[in-house]
């Protein structure tokens, strides 16, 4: 195994240990109060933290699986619901609007990951809100994905865009950058382009058009 895939693969898992640990912490530490508490309320109270740690949990495990796993469970074809609800959990309770514009018939493993790798990144960069609009559509052999986000302020990290715009050794490997390189990768992979456009301050465009493996 190279040195570059195994930065890759620690990057990913540096990723995915930083968005866990918010939520797993907070249900240890929930179980330690509940421990000690002896008012109803209270403990009530500690309760309803420990369910919304452990959901949350649950949806970005989820999330992380599809996005940066195998999949396994799924076979080439993974159906458009669970896409939309792996996005739909790490949106969470965020002021983010999602219109998910994908019909019901199931997607290609690598288009899912694409599209959930860039739907992190782009819900990373809403952080006061805003819409995020997906699309995905087969053109004959080809397969477009399209994310469109609009909102007052959005933060898209530099390194990120400029890996989304120009390919993998635009900008340095870190684990804010991982999921960006992995869609390069993923394109790469399937004969295709990852494109970014900024079409105004509030407003981006950001795609890839798949043509299977090369």
Known sequence: MTDDRVDFASMLASRLCHDLLSPVGAFANGLELLADEKDPAMRERCFELLEQSARTSANKLKFFRLAFGSAGGFGELVPADE???????????????????????????PAVKIILNL?????????????????????????E????????????????????AE???????TS?????????????????????????????????????RG
């Open 119 to 143: 739907s992190l990144l782009l819900v990373d960069a809403l952080v006061r809100g805003g819409r995020l609009d997906i699309g995905c559509e087969k053109q004959g052999d080809a397969i």
């Open 167 to 173: 390919g993998e050794a635009a900008s340095p490997m």
């Open 83 to 109: 896409a939309r609800s792996a996005i739909q959990g790490i949106i969470g309770d965020r002021a983010i609007d999602l219109n998910w514009m994908i019909g019901s018939d199931p997607l290609p493993k």
């Open 145 to 164: 994905i399209a994310l469109h986000v609009e909102a007052e302020r959005m933060f898209l990290d530099a390194d990120v865009e400029r890996i989304l």
């Open 176 to 212: 804010r950058t991982a999921p960006a390189a992995l869609v390069q990768a993923v394109a790469a992979q399937n004969n295709g382009t990852v494109m970014l456009a900024r079409e105004t301050p509030t407003t981006l465009l950001v795609g890839a058009v798949l043509r299977g």
